[in-house]
C-alpha cells in the first residue's frame, strides 16, 4: 500500500543534542512538506520541497534542517539551535502543488529530556 | 499572508444529531483551495472535504458539507448524524492556486469535537 512513513514515533533528545526525524514516501509525489504541531497552535511550515534537490523555508524554519536527495525521503533535522524543540512533527507530500490535498504520516513525537 | 480562524475551541454533539465547526480565513487572492482535515487520537490526518474557490456549489461527501461563502471569506463543516467514530480534532485549511505559495496549506487553530452517546 502507497503512504508515509515516520520515524521512530517516539524520539527523546538531550538537550544540544541534534537528532533526525525520517520520512519517506512511496506516492511518486513530487512535493514533500514537515510541519510542527503544537497545542492550541494548529500545523506550522517548517520546510517544503518541490523537487529533488530543493527546498525552502516555511514559517518556523529556524534551529531545524532538511535534505531531498531522493524523491522518496525528506528527512528533517533538530539542531541543538531549536530553543524549544519538544513538539509533535508532521510529514506531508502532495501531487504537484496540493490541490487535492496532502497525504500525511503518523508524525513523531519528540521530547527534550 | 493568509490566515485562517477557527473559533471555536471546542464543540459537543449527541449521537445523530448534526454539528457545524466555524472557520473564516483573509486573504486577498480569487483562486484558492480550502480544506477541512480531521486528526483523531491516532493523530492521523485525514482529509475530509475539499473546496475550490472557483466553484460556487458547495462540497458533500457523505455526511460531510460545507458552506462556502466566498465573499464573506467563510468555509464552515457540517457534520449530520454524528457518530461516535466523527470525535476528533477538524482543521480548516488554505491553500493558494500557483504564486510564491506553491503548495503550503496554512491551518487554523483546530477545534475539538466530542460526540455523546
Known sequence: DGGITQSPKYLFRKEGQN???S?????????????????????????????????QKGDIAEGYSVSREK?????????????????????????????????????TRLTVV | AQTVTQSQPEMSVQEAETVTL???YDTSESDYYLFWYKQPPSRQ????????????????ENRF??????????????????????AAMYFCAYLNAGGTSYGKLTFGQGTILTVHP
Open chain 2, 45 to 60: 490526518m485525514i482529509l475530509v472535504i475539499r473546496q475550490e474557490a472557483y466553484k460556487q456549489q458547495n462540497a458533500t
Open chain 1, 23 to 55: 520520512c519517506e514516501q512511496n506516492l511518486n509525489h513530487d512535493a514533500m512538506y514537515w510541519y510542527r504541531q503544537d497545542p492550541g497552535q494548529g500545523l506550522r511550515l517548517i520546510y517544503y520541497s518541490q523537487i529533488v534537490n530543493d527546498f
Open chain 2, 22 to 24: 466555524s472557520c473564516t
Open chain 1, 19 to 21: 537528532v533526525t526525524l
Open chain 2, 65 to 86: 458539507s460545507v458552506n462556502f461563502q466566498k465573499a464573506a471569506k467563510s468555509f464552515s463543516l457540517k457534520i449530520s448524524d454524528s457518530q461516535l467514530g466523527d
Open chain 1, 71 to 107: 524523491k522518496e525521503s525528506f528527512p528533517l533535522t533538530v539542531t541543538s539551535a531549536q530553543k524549544n524543540p519538544t513538539a509533535f512533527y508532521l510529514c506531508a507530500s502532495s501531487i504537484g502543488e496540493g490541490y487535492y490535498g496532502y497525504t500525511f504520516g503518523s508524525g
